[in-house]
């Protein structure tokens, strides 16, 4: 049995909304970790923009073929 295109578009789905709550989560505790590790100052609050920033970063870095 091989899945619809709109199931396999509602588990891509699935996957995109975790993946989305993962990054956010994932990109505060290591803003605090950098911080923790004198790597960021103590006073930096991860901006708007900063964060769309990484999240470009992480998409294209993930899109990228392993050789």
Do not use: C, H
């Not at 994932?26 to 103590?42: P, R, T």
Request: avoid cysteine.
């Amino acid at each position: 049995m091989r899945l619809s295109k709109a199931q396999q578009s509602a588990l891509a789905q699935r996957i995109v909304d975790q993946f989305e709550s993962f990054l956010s989560s994932e990109l505060s505790y290591q803003v605090e970790n950098m911080k923790d590790n004198d790597e960021l100052d103590w006073g930096y609050d991860l901006s708007n923009e900063d964060a769309d920033d990484i999240t470009n970063l992480v998409v294209d870095m993930i899109a990228v073929p392993v050789s």
